[in-house]
């Protein structure tokens, strides 16, 4: 990991002026990316225990505009935001990785895959075993329609690569759900023994 | 059969006879350089368009070998600054591709992005256009204007130095009636957001024959080929090659001053022989070695329009004001000063060197009068809140150095808060200061320095102030 890799907040720009401590020389944290006033204005979100979906943090102003220039102005450094806290909460786990994928079309139109590339930055591995079929998105849909879409994933990989195995899938927001129940429903009929879901926000 | 069949051929290759162009779609990109698929056109027609060679395409990211590593340069805001591009594993192109950061807020230009430039034909200006304004000059604008008129005509840079509230943006009338009159595509560009929206519609009054458009960051769309542009500078990024005079209002305004790439906009956007034309208060030492090393015309205009001398800042201490205001009090001169102004009915500002300081002041405020507002960069308000002040429906407004410039309020008061702040620098507090006395029945007026102890820049300021005076009127 490159110390001084980011010389100003990403966000607001101001100068990080990041101090040299001991913990930086001796273990190999992620260094700073944003100022402390930046992060400031991000709300954790505490998930409370038995619930199968765990989110970081909840969908505020700030929030709203960082995804607005991650996603939609295509800043895909800004992945590296989040990277410390994504992977201090997925390093340790034991279930296999899985982010939520996207249409290929969609692809192309983004040039990259967000919750990928999240992944990524934190150096936390993954696969994929899902495939999307559609390419409309939730956004713009009230709640009873995105409630009522039909399953939009299909099984990328064979059926023995899941049977019996712990899942853990990941998207950048939750908001009705539905995107991650119907990559839960895939999973687990093709025998997946569970399925946890994680989000870095939660709508 | 055959020889039919390659002279149809041939006709292809050349530009196709039979493409009628739109005319919504040759004047929104004439003088622009645009990204592909943001064009506001469906992208079919942008493809026929380039297949019949009506766009010249550029790539949006180039790089050349440096000497260690690559050396990359954005083709649409000229950014040089290597730690702004940044590199992805990209899925369009499939390959380590490079985007350019410095200008993402207008769509991310990639290696991998199509720029589109304009290369059909373009139509002829009209030159029927009116200058429909009954003001006078004083003297010295008069003169001031005929300089610019005749420095625009000869294709000569020009600096137009003129203290605040000199009627700068008057001097202007002539010199683009002029140019307009002959054809030429006119761009009058700023800094700030609040200097367009103020210029827009006192050019759309006084040229009514004339389409002209307004840019700044998020601005509705308007329809019509526009010969007359008020935008600001960081809308230049969107333009190439385009204009026949360039006229940058408020040279030394922030960002300005501080960018590069702005500056290399200013000089991409005009043709190459169009002369550039400056206007400010206070140029920096920069500029004025600039105009006299590359022999720029210059004016100078050391007196205000109303011909009474600028207001003199006052200074007065004000000790620790940041504990007392974290502490939840405001201290007592300044209350007074406050109370003073609400009790006298007179509009006033009240500058702050911070939007959290102004975050904690706010409410303070508003105890000793309720309707007192607050304003700073981010605010979606600030149009409203400042026209509020203008109508006098709110006694006073409090605000960072964002209204610093450009806005005339009728028999404003101004206090500056922390004058001794890195902020506030000569040029910042000269710009503050001009905002008072602007108006003819109101040419006096009070300016006062509230400091934690007074700085060079803030002597500076007074002296230079005082300068200014002592030439306009030799006393």
């Known amino acids: 990991m490159k110390r001084n890799e980011v010389p100003n907040c990403l966000l607001c720009n101001a100068p990080l002026n990041e101090q040299m401590t001991w913990k930086y020389l001796l273990t190999n944290a992620f260094p700073r990316t944003i100022c402390s006033e930046c992060e400031q204005k991000f709300e954790p979100y505490h998930t409370t225990q038995n619930q199968e979906v765990t989110s970081l943090y909840k969908y505020n102003d700030a929030m709203r505009d960082f995804l607005h220039r991650y996603k939609f102005m295509h800043d895909t450094l800004l992945a590296k935001v989040f990277r410390d806290k994504i992977h201090e909460h997925l390093a340790k786990s034991k279930a296999i990785i899985t982010p939520i994928p996207m249409h290929p079309i969609k692809l192309k139109e983004r040039t990259f895959a967000h919750v990928d590339q999240l992944l990524k930055e934190a150096n936390i591995p993954y696969q994929h075993f899902l495939e999307k079929t559609t390419t409309e998105t939730q956004v713009g849909k009230s709640r009873q329609q995105r409630l009522a879409t039909e399953q939009f994933f299909k099984l990328k990989a064979s059926p023995e690569n899941i049977k019996n195995k712990d899942f853990l899938l990941i998207d950048d927001i939750y908001t009705t759900g539905i995107t991650i129940n119907h990559a839960k429903n895939v999973l687990l009929e093709a025998g997946a023994k569970s399925v946890k879901a994680f989000t870095l926000i939660r709508g | ?475």
């Open chain 2, 1 to 475: 059969m055959q020889y039919k069949l390659h002279n149809h051929n041939h006709n292809h290759n050349q530009t196709y006879k039979g493409l009628i162009i739109e005319p919504k779609i040759r004047d929104f990109f004439i003088g622009r350089i645009w990204i592909r698929t943001n064009a506001p056109f469906p992208q079919e027609k942008i493809e026929t368009y380039i297949k019949y060679n009506y766009f010249k395409r550029i790539l949006g990211i180039s790089s050349k070998r440096g000497f260690f590593k690559k050396h990359y340069t954005c083709n649409r805001c000229y950014n040089e600054n290597q730690s702004e591009f940044i590199h992805y594993e990209c899925a369009r192109c499939n390959q380590l591709c490079t985007y350019c950061r410095h200008c993402i807020n207008m769509g991310r230009v990639t290696s991998c992005t199509d720029l589109l430039i304009w290369n059909g034909a373009k139509p002829k200006f009209p030159t029927y256009h009116i200058l429909d304004w009954d003001g006078t000059f004083t003297e010295a604008q008069a003169q001031a204007s005929q300089q610019l008129t005749d420095s625009i005509q000869q294709n000569h840079n020009h600096l137009i130095h003129a203290v605040c509230g000199a009627g700068k943006t008057e001097i202007l009338f002539p010199a683009v009636l002029a140019a307009l009159q002959q054809g030429k595509r006119v761009c009058l560009a700023t800094p700030r957001t609040d200097v367009v929206l103020e210029l827009f519609p006192r050019f759309q009054k006084v040229f009514p024959n004339t389409i002209l458009h307004a840019y700044y960051g998020n601005a509705p769309q308007q329809q019509g080929l526009p010969q007359l542009i008020i935008a600001t500078t960081h809308q230049l990024y969107r333009f190439e090659n385009a204009f026949d005079v360039v006229i940058v209002d408020e040279a030394d305004a922030f960002p300005y001053t501080f960018d590069k790439a702005l500056q290399k906009a200013v000089f991409k956007v005009k043709k190459q022989s169009a002369p550039l034309a400056l206007v400010t208060a206070t140029p920096s030492p920069q500029i004025l070695a600039k105009v006299k090393r590359e022999k720029w015309g210059y004016s100078f205009i050391p007196k205000r329009y109303h011909g009474h001398p600028l207001p003199v800042p006052t200074f007065e201490s004000l000790w620790s004001y940041n504990k007392m205001i974290a502490k939840g009090k405001i201290p007592s001169k300044l209350i007074q000063w406050t109370k003073m102004r609400i009790a006298q009915k007179e509009p006033f500002l009240i500058f702050f060197p911070t939007i959290q300081l102004m975050g904690i002041a706010t409410p303070l405020f508003q105890q000793l009068h309720e309707d007192i507002l607050s304003v700073h960069a981010e605010d979606v308000d600030r149009k409203e809140k400042v026209t509020k002040l203008r109508n006098e429906e709110i006694p006073g407004l409090l605000t960072t150095t964002i209204l610093e410039r450009g806005i005339t309020i009728k028999n404003v008061q101004v206090a500056v808060v922390g004058a001794e702040s890195k902020i506030f620098t000569s040029s910042a507090l000269i710009q503050i200061s001009g905002r008072v006395g602007r108006n003819v029945n109101y040419p006096a007026g009070e300016i006062v320095f509230y400091h934690h102890g007074i700085t060079t820049e803030m002597d500076e300021a007074r002296n230079e102030i005082l300068r200014l005076n002592k030439e306009g009127f030799g006393k």
